[in-house]
């Protein structure tokens, strides 16, 4: 291998290392460099040096060309890639919009239900209040007659217990009443032979029996009023109560 073949291979590999926008440059310039060394290197004349720049200009001319359509090509998929994402963006903004006022409805319906159970709910509260301050007064109205009727019956009981009491003293002092009368004729029959001198079997002290019996007499008529009138207070008390 000489050293112009040499040389083409380096061409050749520094070709393939540039940029595709440079190639038919540097390809150009190596057949340019290749035309020329073949025109020193042979007889060929100027006019077919001529005519080979011509073919070469035309090749290059096409390939500016192409590189122009597919520079247009790619502008063009650009734009109707960017009109066909504006679509589809704009088509899911529409969807996304459509759910969203949807979702929106949705809410205020529930919203709405919402109001009506708690409007029921309220009036059933308001309901219930006033059944339970119905229930609270008439409980305050039971125990204000119960309070009532328990005192009515402690004081019935206290009327009752004193009542009796009351009557079992009026018999036992009614009872005594009836034993001093006897007793009392008895003294005072003593009392009189005793100050008449009648009899020495009298003693002294029948006069002062006499006196104590009376005394004792008195006593108890003066409280048997005073237990009569007692009954009939309780009578008036007890009529009073409903009893």
């Known amino acids: 291998m000489n ?3 040499l040389d083409d291979n380096d061409d050749v590999v520094v070709i393939e290392q540039r940029d595709k926008n440079g190639v038919i440059y ?8 290749l ?16 005519k080979t720049y011509h073919v070469l200009e035309s090749q290059f001319q096409k390939s500016q060309d192409a590189k122009t359509e597919q520079a247009a090509v790619v502008e063009q998929n650009k734009t109707n890639a960017k009109e066909e994402f504006d679509k589809q963006l704009a088509a899911a903004l529409e969807e996304q919009q459509q759910k969203h006022q949807q979702a929106i409805s949705d809410i205020e319906s529930q919203l709405t239900e919402l109001e009506k159970v708690n409007m029921s709910l309220e009036a059933q509260v308001a309901e219930q ?7 609270s007064q008439q409980n305050d109205k039971l125990n204000r ?20 009491k009351i009557k079992q003293e009026v018999e036992a002092l009614q009872k005594e009443r009836d034993e001093l009368i006897p007793k009392l004729t008895t003294l005072k029959k003593e009392c009189d032979v005793y100050l008449e001198g009648k009899s020495w079997d009298a ?6 029996k006499q006196d104590a019996a009376n005394s004792r007499i008195s006593q108890i008529d003066q409280m048997l009023r005073i237990h009569q009138m007692d009954l009939e207070q309780i009578k008036t008390l007890s009529e009073d109560l409903g009893l």
């Open 26 to 33: 540097i390809a150009v310039a190596a057949v340019l460099g």
């Open 145 to 164: 007659q119960s309070d009532m009727q328990t005192t009515m019956l402690e004081r019935s009981r206290e009327l009752f217990q004193q009542e009796l």
């Open 35 to 50: 035309a020329l060394g073949g025109l020193i290197g042979s007889s060929l004349t100027a006019s077919k040096w001529e």
């Open 203 to 208: 003693t002294s002290d029948s006069c002062d």
């Open 3 to 5: 050293q112009t073949d």
């Open 129 to 135: 209040k006033s059944q339970l301050e119905q229930a």
